[in-house]
Nanobody, 118 residues
């Protein structure tokens, strides 16, 4: 059973940066890809970025492309999301997630709050 723990959220001014981390443990052999989603107040959860387990393939939502970078430390089973420059519309709870090959995202962390002030 995979467990995910996010960290790195906080309050930052527009134009600033944050780096989120997601540490995976337990059953990591089954992970095909990891990803970040976010949910802003009153909105549906939306896809942000994904990376395959080896770290060689990445994909981004259009809203963050060119500003966010997803990466992975394979030795530490940890995924990162570097966010820069941040905008007020990036304010949301950010969730780390994993999926197995051929499956939907099914394991989720508890989330970390990112607040960007104008």
């Amino acid at each position: 059973q995979v467990q995910l723990v996010e960290s790195g959220g906080g309050l930052v001014q527009a134009g600033g940066s944050l780096r989120l981390s997601c540490a995976a443990s337990g059953g990591t052999f089954s992970i095909y890809a990891m990803g970040w989603f976010r949910r802003a107040p009153g909105q549906e959860r939306e896809f942000v970025a994904t990376i395959n387990w080896s770290g060689g393939t990445t994909s981004y939502a259009d809203s963050v492309k060119g500003r966010f970078t997803i990466s992975k430390d394979n030795a530490k089973n940890t995924m990162f999301l570097q966010m820069n420059p941040l905008k007020p519309k990036d304010t949301a709870v950010y969730y780390c997630t994993t999926r197995r090959f051929g499956k939907s995202y099914e394991t989720w962390g508890s989330g970390t709050q990112v607040t960007v002030s104008s």
